[in-house]
């Protein structure tokens, strides 16, 4: 395990630079099973250099805008895009995902989400949305498969102690929890590198998926 760099684009993000995101909030306030599951990673895992993320910033990236800094982007701009995503979240319902098992990675830990297709349906749908507003290329940077961070690594640890964290939060129960997910913010975000924190201020209303509004 290694510190963890927040990557902006397909390099490290440059101190300072603020980015639109949109994000699927999880909410511990309204999924208790899932605040139950991450106050138990987190005290299997008191003392490792990680960082956790704090109960108002967990989230699931489905999308960056990572070409232009969110100061360059105008306010017209901003309305296309709310709009956008408004017209493109009528035709996604919403859904619950299953948040687990906890996957000790290369440079912090991750809860795996479960099923893919509805939040790749969602993530695409985004995707489109952002396209429409403002082209194809507005980002170069790579979602991957989604998941839910729960800490970033500070410092280089070893392979036993890696092994060692892994079997502590692999014995972690539940292991997993419920996520509901019927709504997405439009947010741009600031990450410290320092500190290996992410914060955002919301751009607009949260936006709800379905056509039941």
Not at 18 to 46: C, F, K, M, Q
Not at 77 to 94: F, K, T
Not at 146 to 168: G, K, M
Not at 180 to 192: C, F, G
């Amino acid at each position: 395990m290694k510190p963890f760099v927040f990557q902006h684009g397909q390099g490290p993000w440059p101190e300072g630079l603020t980015l639109l995101h949109a994000y699927a909030i999880a909410d511990l306030s309204r999924n208790p099973e899932l605040a139950e599951l991450i106050a138990g990673v987190r005290a299997a895992t008191e003392g490792d250099p990680l960082t956790h993320i704090g109960d108002d910033w967990f989230h699931i990236t489905l999308y960056q805008l990572s070409e232009k800094p969110a100061a360059q982007i105008t306010q017209v701009e901003r309305q296309a895009i709310v709009g956008e995503l408004e017209r493109g979240l009528r035709d996604v319902e919403p859904f619950s995902i299953t948040v687990g098992s906890i996957l000790p990675y290369a440079t912090g830990l991750i809860f795996d989400l479960s099923p893919d297709e509805p939040l790749n349906t969602l993530r695409a749908t985004v995707t489109r949305a952002f396209e429409a507003a403002l082209g194809s290329e507005a980002t170069t940077y790579k979602t991957g498969v989604l998941h839910l961070t729960e800490s970033y690594a500070t410092q280089e640890v070893d392979l036993d102690h890696f092994h060692d964290i892994h079997r502590r939060v692999r014995r972690v129960r539940p292991s997993h929890a419920p996520l509901r997910i019927d709504s997405i913010e439009l947010v741009d975000v600031t990450a410290n590198a320092e500190k290996k924190t992410i914060t955002w201020e919301s751009v607009a209303p949260r936006i709800p998926l379905g056509s039941d509004r």
